[in-house]
């Protein structure tokens, strides 16, 4: 009787245990980050950190904001860092932005 209590616990646990990960995935899968290769008004095509260029297309409703300002898709340049929110279609939602880094005069 013990051992198949354990073995219910046990089982228990591991289906937890997967829940927690299908979870994790499920959440980094609702955004995209990266390098702004270029954007227009229905999409944007980003670069991830692995390289790999991806386009998304705008939802009906989003949201763009650069440097943490309100602002459209016409304020995004080339080379800008970005987060982009994606809704269960996988369009963009909102899109943060961030100015690339200015090189520092000597």
């Known amino acids: 009787m013990m051992k198949r209590i354990a073995a219910v616990m046990a089982c228990a646990v591991v289906a937890a245990?997967?829940?927690a990960?299908?979870?994790a995935?499920?959440?980094d899968a609702k955004t995209q980050a990266g390098t702004l290769v270029s954007a227009n008004?229905?999409?944007v095509v980003v670069?991830?950190?692995n390289g790999v260029e991806k386009t998304v297309q705008f939802a009906d409703a989003h949201t763009v904001t650069v440097d943490g300002k309100a602002g459209t898709h016409s304020d995004l340049k080339a080379g800008?860092?970005?987060t982009i929110t994606l809704n269960e279609l996988g369009r963009a939602t909102k899109v943060e932005a961030k100015s690339a880094a200015k090189p520092v005069k000597p």
Request: aromatic fraction near 0%.
């Open 17 to 19: 245990g997967l829940a």
């Open 41 to 43: 008004a229905t999409q």
């Open 47 to 49: 670069k991830t950190d």
């Open 21 to 23: 990960v299908q979870a």
């Open 25 to 27: 995935e499920e959440a």
């Open 80 to 82: 800008m860092k970005v």
